[in-house]
């Protein structure tokens, strides 16, 4: 991992977060509760974001450099965060052992999407809830066809991260039901 994935991105990230994206990362991890697994937790952001009914967050993160930003956030929580370096395709978790999992603009940049669904159905228990907020290809033509375009550059700016990715499909695969989904067209990112 290079100089910008640890240093420059985690930085960037902190920049360019508008209201818009804040208040879709708060609805993504609000209705979490009890024993919560974050994946890709990045610098914190969706932490001063949990409920009360959360009584304590595990989180990976592939990223060593955005740990830095991340103990600040940390240190304000009313519940105990384990911050753990790893991948959501390989989760050290024993099956159904969460209540809820949570991912926000992960299932984008993840190596394997597909894989990482599949840990997550894994390691939630049976009436367990999966919280997620992406970036996914557009249902309107004209919206795919830039996405398309421009995935190539977003994919170097943004680590790793897909425009154009199938997001609910690939949960579909895996047996996991989608009660609620907001498809919006966002002007910050």
């Known amino acids: ?13 902190e920049q360019i977060e508008g209201p818009e994206i804040t208040s ?23 932490l001063p ?5 959360v009584t304590s967050l595990t989180a990976i993160e592939p990223n060593p450099g955005m740990k830095s930003r991340l103990e600040r956030r940390m240190a304000e929580t009313s519940f105990p965060v384990d911050v753990q370096i790893g991948t959501g395709e390989s989760l050290p978790f024993d099956d159904q052992r969460f209540d809820s999992v949570c991912v926000s603009l ?4 993840a190596r394997d999407p597909l894989q990482v669904v599949r840990e997550i159905h894994r390691v939630l ?8 907020f ?3 290809a557009s249902t309107d033509q004209a919206t795919r066809r ?13 680590c790793g991260c897909h425009l154009n990715r199938p997001t609910s499909e ?20």
């Open 146 to 158: 830039w996405q398309n375009r421009l995935n190539g550059l977003q994919r170097w700016i943004g």
């Open 125 to 132: 228990k049976p009436a367990g809830t999966f919280h997620f």
């Open 49 to 53: 974001h949990y409920s009360p009914q």
């Open 1 to 13: 991992m290079g100089i910008y994935e640890r240093v420059i991105f985690p930085w960037i990230l």
């Open 106 to 109: 992960v299932l984008c940049s």
């Open 170 to 189: 690939t949960i579909a695969l895996v047996g996991m039901k989608i009660e609620s989904l907001d498809r919006r067209i966002s002007r910050e990112m």
């Open 134 to 136: 992406e970036h996914v």
């Open 24 to 46: 879709l990362r708060a609805q993504c991890v609000g209705g979490a509760s009890g024993e919560v697994l974050e994946i890709g937790l990045g610098t914190g952001k969706t």
